[in-house]
Nanobody, 117 residues
């Protein structure tokens, strides 16, 4: 019933930027936690960045200072601004959210980010 739809992935050269979007079918106040994960071929799924319903953010050490997670409550959307991209950032990026009422986890379908050297 709850849907998360990612967009904004693509191919970019090293040093470039991309902005990922995660559109939710519920108003964002229904989620106490939203996050971006990524999974590269042959690697475990990795938490990239997260944001709580009161705006507290957390970042993986590998992306801190380069990526920024934010919320757009009007559009019911969570954004991930990715700057200074590196080839090792190449992965499928997935949006994740937890319902504040039921604590059920929801996942988007994923969007591919490819960074060329």
């Amino acid at each position: 019933q709850v849907q998360l739809v990612e967009s904004g992935g693509g191919l970019v050269q090293a040093g470039g930027s991309l902005r990922l979007s995660c559109a939710a079918s519920l108003r964002l106040f229904r989620f106490n936690y939203m996050a971006w994960y990524r999974q590269a071929p042959g690697k475990q799924r990795e938490l990239v960045a997260s944001i709580t319903n009161i705006g507290i953010t957390n970042y993986a050490a590998s992306v801190k200072g380069r990526f920024t997670i934010s919320r757009d409550n009007v559009k019911n959307m969570v954004l991930l601004q990715m700057n200074s991209l590196k080839p090792e950032d190449t992965a499928v990026y997935l949006c994740h959210a937890e319902d504040i009422l039921t604590h059920v986890d929801y996942w988007g379908q994923g969007t591919q980010v490819t960074v060329s050297s």
